[in-house]
């Protein structure tokens, strides 16, 4: 039950579906105690005499009465948990969504996107669906269960405490048998969520999957995950289904028990045949609820289990945005002072970068796959935070700095340009939502994308399908390009943006790539001996530290890594291209 208050205290700003869904519950309860009550006095009232035939009808109409308001009122209160249930679902989404964009970069590198999806889709419609039928039914059974037993007591305390034995074994019973249910429904989750991340990578590298013509290892990996499912649910099935009869036998049980004891008290004239008939109906109100716990138990008993991992996820440490200083008219200087980062502790990545970037500088990062050329970029953005030592913007120490302020003072384009379905101009207008349709042109134009845009039967409003499918690989580029020109940031990390692109889109990025670095200060992951060639300075890493820094000049007549990446480049040799691969230069 934690968990239920713990979504109702949550969900408090919905208090006022609640009160009306417990207002409709609690009417419906007290007229359902109408039947027992009339047709006690009809019984009486016909076998004494007392009661004549208009007083009868009267008492009939009431009956009528009573039940044509329960079954409106019941409808009722089904909208208003339709309502409610909506509600709940959308809150729930929106609090998971908001908290996951605010979690650090570590937690994605942990998690399949699928089995976050999957997550929120269990977890927010699993409890929106219990909550519903919480609201729309718990009041109404408490009611009816309170009212029936105070009406049986006022006619026979023996039947009474009968009923009411009932509860604490029922109670006792269910909690006992609450813990290996979870446990069952916890491995069921983890299989459905495994399943859900498998499927979401699959779909989103299918052109992989084809080419490799591994449909059948795709639909056989998901297929057996799912099945893994089916011995867990019978254990599951079984072990619920067994419970339950125990349960439902107590109470069938219990109500032997109690039709005894109004016969007994029948016939020795402690009750009369309306009291007898009362007794009856006010245990069949009684009775309802309690079987209805079983259906509650078991959706309150999923909600738990995806309430865990629902609330989970909203106890994840968030990214770190304390740090209030605004940054603006960044000149575009950059140091990194004694910077030492680890995934984990005690697995060093690099320790000890010292580097210096003047304002308008192209510093191009080389060094052997794995050396950290990406994370330098990463911690640049705060994706990360330095285990040690100090990176600095104009002097000014990144902890320092807003998150949200320095991340707009840096563009950033990717090897694999990251792009949303919708249409162009939204992808390009996505650095600046309110842009003009002149800025947005501009700023096409600037990264050579203007013209291959323009031939497109809709133009800037031509849809490119999920992460850009409908566009070459050059056209994506060029508006990611268009994107971080629109944005108009004073410093630029790239991830050489023409390492996968053949000679002709290269040339096409190239130009959109010289206008975007004109007079900011750049950081570039290169890929390209020709694109570190080009750079200010170069930074070379070797087993975890910086190696040498220089101008190109300078470098070519060391002995260091970027001379030897000279020398094989001229080499020509499978040998020496295979070299140059461990270090990402095609």
């Known amino acids: 039950m934690r968990a239920i208050f713990k979504i109702l205290k949550f969900s408090g700003h919905l208090w006022r579906y609640y009160l009306v869904i417990a207002l409709l519950s609690l009417t419906v309860a007290v007229l359902g105690q109408a039947m027992p009550l009339i047709t006690r006095e009809l019984i009486d009232g016909f076998t004494s005499g007392s009661l004549g035939r208009n007083s009868a009808l009267f008492l009939v109409f009431g009956i009528f009465i009573a039940d044509i308001l329960q079954t409106l009122l019941n409808n009722v209160n089904g909208y208003y948990g339709d309502q409610l249930s909506l509600r709940i679902n959308i809150f729930l989404s929106d609090k998971f969504y908001e908290k996951i964009l605010k979690l650090p970069q570590g937690y994605f590198d942990q998690e399949l996107t699928g089995t976050i999806v999957s997550k929120l889709n269990r977890s927010t419609n699993g409890l929106a669906t219990f909550m519903q039928a919480f609201s729309n039914n718990f009041l109404g059974f408490i009611a009816t269960t309170i009212l029936s037993l105070?009406?049986?007591f006022s006619i026979s305390w023996?039947?009474?405490?009968?009923?009411l034995s009932l509860y604490p074994f029922y109670i006792l019973m269910?909690?006992?048998?609450?813990?290996t249910w979870q446990n069952y429904e916890n491995q069921k989750n983890f299989l459905k969520d495994t399943a859900a991340g498998r499927f979401q990578e699959s779909i989103s590298n299918i052109k992989t999957i084809k080419s490799f013509t591994s449909e059948n290892y795709e639909h056989k990996y998901f297929n057996d995950t799912l099945n893994q499912l089916v011995p867990i649910n019978k254990k599951q099935s079984f072990f619920w289904n067994r419970?339950?009869?125990e349960r439902k036998i107590?109470?069938?049980?219990?109500?032997?028990?109690?039709?005894?004891?109004?016969?007994?008290?029948?016939?020795?004239g402690s009750i009369t045949i309306g009291d007898s008939v009362a007794l009856i109906q006010f245990s069949l109100l009684v009775r309802i609820p309690i079987f209805m716990i079983s259906f509650?138990?078991?959706?309150?008993?999923?909600?738990?289990?995806?309430?865990?991992?629902y609330f989970i996820t909203l106890d994840q440490v968030e990214e770190d945005r304390s740090a209030t200083k605004l940054i603006d008219d960044v000149k575009g200087e950059i140091q990194f002072k004694d910077v030492e980062f680890s995934y984990k502790q005690g697995e060093s990545v690099f320790s000890n970068i010292n580097f210096l970037v003047k304002p308008g500088q192209k510093v191009a990062l080389v060094g052997e796959s794995g050396q950290g050329k990406s994370t330098l970029a990463h911690l640049l953005l705060k994706l990360y935070s330095p285990t040690s030592g100090e990176i600095l913007i104009d002097g000014l120490n990144l902890t320092e700095l807003d998150t949200l302020s320095l991340r707009r003072q840096i563009g950033l384009v990717l090897q694999e340009p990251a792009l949303f379905s919708g249409t162009i101009a939204e992808n390009i207008a996505y650095a600046n939502p309110k842009a003009s349709k002149k800025e947005i042109e501009a700023a096409a134009k600037a990264a050579?994308?203007?013209?291959?845009?323009?031939?497109?039967?809709?133009?800037?409003?031509?849809f490119i399908g999920e992460r850009g499918v409908k566009l070459s690989g050059g056209q994506k580029q060029r508006v990611a390009i268009a994107r971080t020109i629109l944005k108009d940031a004073p410093i630029l990390i790239l991830d050489e943006a023409t390492s996968s692109l053949d000679s002709k889109a290269e040339r096409e990025?190239?130009?959109?790539?010289?206008?975007?670095?004109?007079?900011?200060?750049?950081l570039i992951i290169a890929h390209r001996l020709s694109t570190i060639s080009g750079a200010d300075i170069i930074v070379t890493l070797k087993d975890g530290k910086v190696d040498e820094v220089g101008s190109p000049r300078e470098l070519a007549k060391t002995n260091g890594v970027y001379a030897e990446l000279l020398k094989l480049q001229n080499s020509g040799t499978k040998q020496a291209k295979k070299k140059l691969e461990k270090f990402d230069i095609g």
């Open 150 to 152: 105070f009406f049986i």
């Open 158 to 163: 023996v039947v009474g405490l009968v009923l």
């Open 174 to 179: 269910t909690v006992k048998s609450s813990g």
């Open 243 to 245: 419970k339950d009869s």
């Open 250 to 268: 107590l109470v069938n049980i219990i109500f032997g028990f109690v039709f005894i004891a109004i016969v007994q008290q029948l016939y020795s």
């Open 296 to 309: 509650l138990v078991s959706q309150l008993q999923a909600a738990t289990s995806s309430s865990k991992d």
């Open 448 to 462: 050579n994308a203007h013209d291959f845009i323009s031939k497109f039967k809709d133009g800037y409003k031509s």
């Open 509 to 522: 990025v190239q130009i959109a790539l010289e206008n975007l670095m004109k007079g900011k200060t750049t």
